[in-house]
């Protein structure tokens, strides 16, 4: 008897893997677009309404309470997922309030285009174009594909701007052999989220079997990543929304496959660290990052149970990191009240690369402890980011392979 075919009536309920959750960015606040939506990768999220129930304090001769009545919603909760290239890159956007805008620096044919370590800055490699003042339009500090000499060099490096917009400085360690002088022309570039003040929600919509939540006014709060030595690494992202209905047509016009790419791991995640463009010689055992709209929340008035607005908030954003101990160089940065650039490498295992800096940051809150017998000890310290004159506290680049 050939044994084929399936049996049915097994399910006790709608099946979690099943579930569909996908986003829109909305162009008008609590409008659900109706337009193609892309789904979301996660391994788990906890969203729910809740109705404000309130109760006057009536006196009764009957002993009981009185009848309740609503008074305001809140819709929210967190999307947990790990880290992988390109799943989060519009989340990242709105906590940033930023758009995704390409930084490119043009180096024509003929134009020099220079690599030397200069004994004025042994800690430093100058990247020049002599006497040609293409770079002063890039940030302070950041990440850069340089691409030159017909592909020979394609690397992508954090950088610091300098004095004079005719050259920047790359860290020592990430050309252990410089590259070839070339005057055949060449390019530095970046696509780039960096906060801004642009207010940007999002509808979410949730296939459950034949019924979809759809949640409308999603604003993204709060966003954290991890990556800890003996685990991947790990996304959460914290929204509130101004209103969820159940509906039984969905508002999405199709739902578009989500990434597929890698999930970062802990061995071939890792890129390096650089504080103040020279790179942490230790080995890391943790970096985390949080961008928080700090002050963010919603507006309610009479008439409506859903919120009638979303206050954005002010960017803070926040990092740690735990490195074993092995000299007092970051804890004499934070002795000294030093204030500059950190910048963070996170690639996957085919090559795709996130660049993370926080363009002026300080060290705080040092942990260097002996905790126990027979053990190595780690720093943790704290990083504080704060705005860079005239604007600018925090940017992601993102480099595909």
Known sequence: MNFTGATAGYQAGVQANDTRLAYAREATYGVAPKIAYQRLRLTGENFRRQNNRQRPEEIDPHWEASQAVTTQQTVGGTLSGAL??????????????GNTTDQMVYIPKDMPFTFERPAWNPG??????????????????????????????NKVVPYRAALAPDYIVVPYDVFPTLPDNTTDGGTAAASVITNDA???SITLIEQLGDDVLVRTGGFVKQIQLSISQGQFATFSADFDFRDEQRLTTSP???LLAPTDSFVLDPVNGWGSIWIDGKKVDAPVRQFSATL?????GQDFALGSVAAVGQRPGSLTATGQIQLFFR??????????????????????IKGNIYGLTFFSSTLQNPQVNA???????????????????????????????
């Open 292 to 296: 928080t709209r700090d002050g963010a």
């Open 371 to 401: 905790t126990s017998k027979n053990s190595t000890i780690v720093a943790t310290f704290d990083i504080e980011g704060n705005p860079q004159p005239g604007g600018g506290t925090f940017s992601l680049s993102i480099f595909p392979a």
């Open 124 to 153: 430093g490699i100058t990247v020049a174009t002599p006497h040609n003042y293409i770079w002063g339009d890039l940030p302070p500090a950041g990440f850069l594909r340089l691409w030159a000499s017909a592909g020979k060099l």
């Open 84 to 97: 992988s290239f390109g799943s989060y890159d519009a989340l990242f956007a709105c906590v940033c309030s």
């Open 252 to 254: 999405a016009t199709d």
């Open 198 to 200: 642009i207010f940007n």
């Open 327 to 348: 000299n007092s160089t970051e804890y004499q940065r934070f002795q000294d009240n030093w204030q500059g650039p950190v910048q963070v490498m996170l690639k996957d």
